[in-house]
Nanobody, 117 residues
Framework: VQLQASGGGLVQAGGSLRLSCAAS????????MGWYRQAPGKQREMVAI???????NYAESVKGRFTISRDNAKRTVYLQMNSLKPEDTAVYYC????????????WGQGTQVTVSS
């Protein structure tokens, strides 16, 4: 199983970006999907998670600005990021809990998001 993330880039404060992450390989189903980020010198943190039933959970710092969604047919998770702030600058990683025989987590390669002030 491979996860391919895309959509990062450089944007001014107040702008928007949409991240995508698509899974490929031997997949029977996908449980929860999530986005995480890691800023320089900091630990990786959860940004948003969406369960297989569509329940979402967000970090307090992004509530009201970011929206996570999933397309099960496309095996893809999205992160719509609005009203971006310089403190949102980080490498963003997607994660999926994939079922095939058993369930395990897979991570994407990371995509850089840089927000200028």
């Amino acid at each position: 199983v491979q996860l391919q993330a895309s959509g990062g880039g450089l944007v001014q404060a107040g702008g928007s970006l949409r991240l995508s992450c698509a899974a490929s390989g031997l997949i029977a189903g996908i449980n929860d999907m999530g986005w995480y980020r890691q800023a320089p010198g900091k630990q990786r943190e959860m940004v948003a998670i969406v369960t297989s039933s569509g329940t979402t959970n967000y970090a307090e710092s992004v509530k009201g600005r970011f929206t996570i969604s999933r397309d099960n047919a496309k095996r893809t998770v999205y992160l719509q990021m609005n009203s971006l702030k310089p403190e949102d600058t980080a490498v963003y990683y997607c994660r999926m809990n994939v079922r095939f025989m058993s369930a395990r987590d897979y991570w994407g390669q990371g995509t850089q998001v840089t927000v200028s002030s």
